[in-house]
């Protein structure tokens, strides 16, 4: 079965630009280029993946569309641009021929209440749509509330929400997420990644039980027309292998059916990113 890993990441560590890697996170103070995850890829039957921003700068943008270029297995790349500026358009113009750039994040998991719902990010965000590119979701689960205010204003804009919206795992806390994120799915034009869960729970010692509740969740908002399989690596090394993240998600869906499997793990991506 064709898979693709909708969301990994690459950087050249830096302890300022990645100062979000904290002690706590050994693991991942290093390089992580293409390379280093080219042969966990072929050993676990991954055709192809989108990388997606780190780091909030056009620079960020431009790296990743290089690497994107010299490896053929990154089929995609989510990049950044300041959604805020009123010159964006100058920024989109430069990108316009590049096929490669599927979509743009923002860190919004990192910005204040109310930062989403801003005039000006909105129109950020209308202009990205009229250029044909996605926009990933990247927020906490106490931000759902302001998604859901966010999205009255994008019906039609492709969406996707990284990370299941990054519930307290490790807390057991499920059911104000549950209905937010259920609310979140009553829009047809929203996805979501099943991908960054392992990082939200215990990392030592979680267990498929304590992510079960969570899947059974997202599945039923978002069936699986809308759903795709994300890596998060290299963060997802903080708490678990590749394979092992991998291996979950194809045993949790083990007893769906084929064409439901492919939806997960290759169509609903491709027709999300154009790829």
């Not at 990441?9 to 100062?19: E, G, I, L, P, S």
């Not at 021929?97 to 910005?111: D, M, P, S, T």
């Not at 990284?162 to 996805?191: C, F, M, R, S």
């Amino acid at each position: 079965m064709k898979i693709i890993d909708t969301h990994q990441h690459f950087w050249n560590y830096d302890a300022q630009k990645q100062d979000w890697i904290n002690e706590d996170m050994q693991a991942i103070r290093k390089d992580f280029l293409p390379a280093d995850i080219a042969i966990v890829l072929k050993e676990n039957n991954v055709e192809a993946c989108i990388s997606l921003q780190a780091d909030q700068s056009i620079q960020e943008t431009d790296f990743l569309l290089a690497q994107a270029k010299a490896n053929n297995f990154i089929q995609g790349v989510v990049g950044w641009v300041d959604l805020c500026d009123f010159k964006m358009e100058q920024a989109l113009e430069k990108y316009a021929a590049e096929n490669l750039l599927k979509g743009f994040r923002h860190i919004l998991q990192g910005e204040t209440d109310g930062f989403m719902l801003q005039n000006n990010f909105i129109d950020g965000l209308k202009k990205i749509q009229a250029n044909n590119y996605t926009y990933d979701l990247l927020i906490y689960a106490h931000q759902l509330n302001q998604a859901n205010e966010l999205i009255k204003h994008l019906p039609t804009m492709p969406i996707v929400v990284d990370h299941i919206a990054k519930p307290n795992i490790k807390a057991g806390e499920i059911e104000e997420w549950k209905k937010e994120i259920t609310q979140l799915a009553q829009y047809p034009n929203v996805y979501c990644k099943i991908s960054g869960m392992v990082t939200e729970a215990n990392w030592n010692n979680w267990t498929a039980a304590d992510l079960k509740p969570y899947l059974d969740a997202v599945v039923a908002a978002f069936g699986t027309e809308r759903m795709m399989f994300g890596s998060d690596w290299p963060v997802c090394l903080v708490a678990s292998t590749y394979s092992k993240w991998l291996n979950l998600v194809q045993n949790y869906f083990n007893t769906f059916s084929i064409s439901e499997q492919e939806a997960i793990f290759a169509g609903n991506a491709i027709k999300f990113y154009k790829l």
